[in-house]
């Protein structure tokens, strides 16, 4: 129900722009988040946004880099990553939290199937 894209092979220092498009729900009533785990590790929080897109959060590692934006008209969620360094290389995971935006991977109903994002130092 969630369908994410947009990863690749980019340089440090490059951007780019993921996509998560959600069908078979009511977009609408649920918060959104990205997440990523990298190899070995557990997944982490990157950023959410709530409902209305009028908050958003973001993990202090990407702060300042990455913009998270919504589009309730396109049931589409974006993840604007600029700045990219080595370290953000991960799968990275689109989730929907039903009303209330956590930045808990447990409280997250759907997933993504995710996509792969790595940066070349």
């Known amino acids: 129900q969630l369908q994410a894209s947009g990863g690749g092979l980019v340089p440090s220092g490059g951007s780019l722009r993921l996509s998560c498009t959600a069908s078979?729900?009511?977009?609408?009533?649920?918060?959104m988040g990205w997440f990523r785990q990298a190899p070995g590790k557990e997944r982490e929080f990157v950023a959410a946004i709530d409902r209305n897109g009028g908050d958003t959060y973001y993990a202090d590692s990407v702060k300042g880099r990455f913009i998270i934006s919504r589009d309730n008209a396109e049931n589409t969620v974006i993840l604007q990553m600029n700045s990219l360094k080595s370290e953000d290389t991960a799968v990275y995971y689109c989730g929907a939290d039903y009303w209330l935006v956590s930045q808990d991977p447990n409280n997250y109903e759907y997933w993504g199937q995710g996509t792969l994002v790595t940066v070349s130092s």
């Open positions: 078979g729900i009511t977009f609408r009533l649920y918060a």
